[in-house]
C-alpha cells in the first residue's frame, strides 16, 4: 500500500515563527502536493512539484515556500507564521499521469497563536 | 480554470438506505479524471471511486457507483446499503490528463448515516 507521511498531527506555533511541515512518501511517486483544508472552504493547493528541485504555485502560495531536494520528500514552509494559516494541512503524491488518483497523507493541524 | 461543485452541504440518510451525493464541474478540457474522495472523522482522505473522462461506462466499486454525464458535466456519487461507517466528508475532485497541476476540490459534503 501506498504509505503517506507527515512528520506531525498537531502542532503550536507563534506569530513569526518559521514552520517547516515535512512529508514523505514510499512509493516513488513523481508527483507532490501540499493543501490546505479549512471548514466550508474545501481544500486548495499551495503549491505542488513534478520533480525533484521542481515546484510549481498552486492557487494559494502567498507565505508558503516549498522544497525538494529528494524525490520522496516534500517540504512546506512558512517563512514568518502568521494567525491566519492556522489550519489543516494535507500532503498528497501521484505517478505522473494522476489517473490513480493522490494518495493523502494524515494532515497536520497547525495552530499559530 | 476548472471549478467543482457539490451543492448538498450536508445530508442523512437511515442505514441501508440508497443516498446520491451530486457534484458538477466546469472545464474546457476534454481529457481529464474525476475522483470520489472519502475524508471520515480521523481525518485521512482516502479515494472512493475514479472516472475517466474518455471511458463512457459508469464506474463502481462495490457499494459505490457513479452517474457520470460528460455533456452535462456531472458526476454524482451512488452509496447502496449504507453503513455507519460510511459517516464521512467527501468531496468530488477534478484533474486534467497529466495530473501533475493538482486536484480541484469542491467543497465537500457531510453525509451522516443514522442507525
Known amino acids: 500500500d501506498v504509505k503517506v507521511t507527515q512528520s506531525s498531527r498537531y502542532l503550536v506555533k507563534r506569530t513569526g515563527e518559521k514552520v517547516f511541515l515535512e512529508c514523505v512518501q514510499d512509493m516513488d511517486h513523481e508527483n507532490m502536493f501540499w493543501y490546505r483544508q479549512d471548514p466550508g472552504l474545501g481544500l486548495r493547493l499551495i503549491y505542488f512539484?513534478?520533480?525533484?528541485?521542481?515546484?510549481e504555485k498552486g492557487d494559494i502560495p502567498e507565505g508558503y515556500s516549498v522544497s525538494r531536494e529528494k524525490k520522496e520528500r516534500f517540504s512546506l514552509i512558512l517563512e514568518s507564521a502568521s494567525t491566519n494559516q492556522t489550519s489543516m494541512y494535507l500532503c498528497?503524491?501521484?505517478?505522473?499521469?494522476?489517473?490513480?488518483?493522490?494518495?493523502f497523507g494524515p494532515g497536520t493541524r497547525l495552530t499559530v497563536t | 480554470a476548472q471549478t467543482v461543485t457539490q451543492s448538498q452541504p450536508e445530508m442523512s440518510v437511515q442505514e441501508a438506505e440508497t443516498v446520491t451525493l451530486s457534484c458538477t464541474y466546469d472545464?474546457?478540457?476534454?481529457?481529464?479524471?474525476l475522483f470520489w474522495y472519502k475524508q471520515p472523522p480521523s481525518r485521512q482522505m482516502i479515494l472512493v471511486i475514479r472516472q475517466e473522462a474518455y471511458k463512457q461506462q459508469n464506474a463502481t466499486e462495490n457499494r459505490f457507483s457513479v452517474n457520470f454525464q460528460k455533456a452535462a458535466k456531472s458526476f454524482s456519487l451512488k452509496i447502496s446499503d449504507s453503513q455507519l461507517g460510511d459517516t464521512a466528508m467527501y468531496f468530488c475532485a477534478f484533474t486534467v490528463w497529466g495530473g501533475a497541476d493538482g486536484l480541484t476540490f469542491g467543497k465537500g459534503t457531510h453525509l451522516i448515516i443514522q442507525p
Open positions: 472545464t474546457s478540457e476534454n481529457n481529464y479524471y
Open positions: 512539484s513534478y520533480d525533484v528541485k521542481m515546484k
Open positions: 498528497a503524491s501521484s505517478w505522473t499521469s494522476g489517473r490513480s488518483g493522490q494518495y
